[in-house]
């Protein structure tokens, strides 16, 4: 009797700690305002972006490619508050300050970001266009030489920020998925293998995600890398199937460092992602303390290892994985409900 009362018990507060944290205790979104009612600002001051819109081939794609990528730029910077600055375009055409697209000026861009990021920035690499896989080797096409998947994975670990999302829309990008996975590395691609070679339609959806509230699953207002996919592979799919076509493009992600893409969060990967966001809010207010930021960073660590702790559940004995997952919740409820008192 008194062991059915302990479970009993843990259960309920299990549920009452997950209640508490979902419902009652979110940080405030990014246009919140503290309560001097100064605006806050947020974190993408140290989030950076690389967007490649590379060789074309035809006009049709061109402008496609183009419009994509110009969308994606204002979603970053007039939706998700990104530093204008912080954000490298590159291009077929250029024009408005961006770079062409030719492999010096991608190795020129990844250069800069070496000394310009830190270990605490999040870089985010778009790549908008055509891909190739010759059975041996994945390539995005630029104007002129293309770079390989292996070249890039040594441009990215060249930087100091220890969390990379490394969004690849083309077509064939499922080869780049093993040669870029690693500790910290969010992995996103258009297609699960080399042989998908048509053009695609994902990165729509992907941009598109940024900034609909329907993508926001959770609703807590800010958007993760994982519910961007998970929307836009769900867009992509019923694009197909709505236009009575078999579906060329199948959308992978991994972020576990095994190498190895899922359509959907299993088998370890998405843990990352889920708490890898293009908008995260740091409530601190111009000229004021970091209080808040510090309690952000607080919640994002306790989120991660929630996660992580979930993708180990099936390697942990049932008590270990109780008593952690508790024990975490605790933690993150008693964190927001103190933050939310502050507020």
């Known amino acids: 009797m008194r062991y059915i009362t302990r479970k009993l018990l843990s259960g309920y507060l299990r549920a009452t700690v997950y209640l508490l944290v979902t419902a009652h205790c979110l940080l405030p979104s990014a246009y919140s305002l503290t309560s001097d009612h100064r605006p806050l600002t947020t974190a993408q001051e140290s989030s950076y972006a690389v967007i490649i819109s590379g060789a074309s081939g035809e006009e049709n794609y061109a402008k496609q490619f183009a419009e994509w990528s110009e969308s994606l730029r204002r979603a970053l910077v007039e939706e998700l508050n990104f530093a204008p600055e912080k954000i490298r375009m590159l291009s077929e055409k250029p024009s408005n300050g961006a770079a062409r697209a030719t492999a010096e000026e991608v190795r020129r861009a990844f250069e800069s970001l070496r000394v310009e990021a830190t270990p605490e920035s999040i870089v985010f690499v778009f790549l908008i266009g055509h891909g190739t896989f010759d059975g041996a080797s994945a390539k995005f096409n630029l104007v002129g030489p293309d770079l390989s998947a292996s070249v890039y994975d040594g441009l990215i670990s060249a930087l100091p920020a220890r969390r990379i999302v490394v969004v690849n829309t083309a077509s064939a990008s499922g080869e780049f998925i093993k040669p870029l996975a690693g500790k910290g590395r969010v992995i996103v691609t258009a297609t699960k293998s080399g042989q998908e070679r048509n053009a695609t339609r994902f990165a729509g959806y992907f941009i598109e ?135």
């Open 209 to 343: 995600a940024l900034t609909n509230p329907a993508a926001d699953a959770d609703q807590n207002k800010r958007v993760s890398v994982l519910e961007a996919f998970s929307y836009a592979a769900k867009l992509t799919d019923e694009m197909y199937k709505s236009a009575g076509r078999l579906a060329t493009e199948h959308a992978l992600l991994e972020d576990s460092g095994d190498g190895v893409g899922h359509p959907s969060l299993e088998a370890g990967d998405g843990a990352l992602a889920r708490t890898t966001y293009f908008n995260v809010p740091i409530a601190t207010p111009a000229g004021g303390d970091n209080r808040a930021a510090k309690v952000l960073a607080e919640r994002t660590r306790l989120e991660e290892e929630i996660e992580q702790l979930k993708a180990r559940k099936s390697q942990m004995p049932v008590s270990d994985y109780e008593a952690t997952l508790e024990k975490l919740l605790i933690e993150l409820a008693k964190l927001n409900q103190a933050n939310k008192q502050k507020q």
